[in-house]
């Protein structure tokens, strides 16, 4: 009999589709021969990482052959005076994919189903289902998030709810009050994971100051990450804040060394430059303005911007806009993965990042006569 491995794996696994991240700009170089690409596909940060950081982290180097802190002591309580929460409140993930997937394995078992909104970021679906698990998905309406939709998803079976505040890739998001109101009426045997990996971005003033919240609802985790605005998404940290016998129990399923020593150094340092993350919302803010005015010029529309990206529907037929402005040397997300046709994500950059991306958005309308 000749070795099928697929035989030997849960068959749901067979069914799940690999994340398909941004494409890197390495990979560009290689295939289309361009020296010069401007990513705008992955969220990142366009103004690279804080100065502070990288200077610490060349004396680092000499650590690199011990394990690093398991505990992440000094991180852990540097965030813990950040957040003024408990040590014991805290838990270190390599990204916050890495708390996200501790999170399901906590609190999804049997035959435990999570729950999530119809295009939610995409990994939510691939680490449960990679699990083994059901994820039942709570349908959207223009591409928002409707908590009263998602009430009347919850079942006997449902274990943990995520959502993305803002979500990635719609950039919608959730009130405070919808929020409060939400956790309200939600049975507190259902957790629910608030995923705030674009926080520092939020500058809405009715967005949900989730850390006040945790007292009174025990069943709310929340995370973050130091990918997005701290600008260390290549280093892999992100964390959760709960109760602390919900942090007891997701440290059951982490992994004893899960954030190397530069990425525990990396993002203390990034922790004490919070002038570089105003300076990075600053720069933010300004892009949102300089694209929202781009794109109305070039008659695109867009869903409401909250975060560091856009969400432009880009209707023509018979090119590959993706491809045309790779050709152009910008990196932007295709959002047909998500089953959003037409629909193209683009990480807001630096103000000449941002031209060069509405130019060569430009350059494609009107081969195509569209503008
Ligand atoms: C909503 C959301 N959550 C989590 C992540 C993953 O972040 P990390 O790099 O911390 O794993 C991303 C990354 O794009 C995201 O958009």
């Not at 401007?38 to 990482?49: H, R, V």
């Not at 003024?84 to 270190?92: A, P």
């Not at 525990?264 to 340092?269: E, T």
């Not at 880009?314 to 045309?324: K, L």
Request: overall charge neutral; some cysteine.
């Amino acid at each position: 009999m000749s070795f099928d491995p697929e035989k030997l794996v849960n068959p749901k696994l067979l069914q799940v589709k690999p994340y398909q991240p941004g494409k890197p700009i390495a990979e560009c170089q290689r295939e289309l021969g361009l020296t010069h690409f401007i990513k705008m596909a992955s969220n990142e940060n366009p103004l690279g990482t804080s100065e502070l950081v990288k200077s610490q982290l060349a004396k680092e180097l000499v650590h690199l052959s011990v394990y690093p802190d398991g505990n992440g002591f000094e991180l852990k309580t540097a965030l813990s005076k950040h957040h003024q929460v408990k040590f014991s409140e805290i838990i270190l993930g390599n990204g916050s994919e890495d708390v996200i997937k501790m999170a399901i394995q906590t609190f999804v078992w049997g035959q435990g189903e999570l729950l999530i909104f119809e295009y939610a970021f995409g990994a939510y679906k691939i680490l449960a289902e990679g699990l083994g698990f059901t994820v039942k998905e709570v349908p959207s309406q223009q591409y928002g998030m409707d908590l009263a939709a998602m009430m009347s998803g919850v079942t006997a079976n449902t274990k943990l709810i995520i959502f993305a505040n803002p979500n990635n890739p719609t950039g919608s998001y959730i009130n405070h009050a919808d929020f409060v109101s939400f956790m309200n009426k939600l049975n507190q045997d259902v957790m629910v994971l608030c995923d705030e990996a674009y926080y520092e971005y939020m500058v809405e003033k009715d967005y949900p100051q989730t850390l006040t919240l945790l007292k009174q609802y025990p069943n709310l985790i929340i995370t973050r990450t130091f990918s997005k605005a701290n600008g260390l998404a290549g280093l892999r940290v992100g964390y959760a804040i709960a109760d602390e016998r919900v942090i007891d129990l997701m440290n059951h399923v982490r992994q004893p060394f899960n954030v190397n020593h530069l990425a525990q150094v990396a993002a203390l340092m990034a922790l004490q430059d919070q002038d570089f993350v105003k300076q990075v919302i600053r720069l933010n803010e300004q892009g949102k303005t300089q694209f929202a005015d781009g794109l109305k010029k070039l008659n695109l529309s867009f869903l409401p911007c909250h975060g560091n990206f856009f969400t432009v529907e880009i209707p023509i037929e018979g090119i590959n806009v993706f491809e045309a402005m790779l050709k152009q040397g910008i990196i932007i997300r295709p959002l047909m993965p998500y089953r959003m046709k037409n629909y193209y994500r683009i990480t807001i950059g630096t103000f000449e990042q941002n031209e060069a991306c509405l130019n060569a958005l430009k350059k494609i309308l009107h081969k195509e006569r569209v503008v």
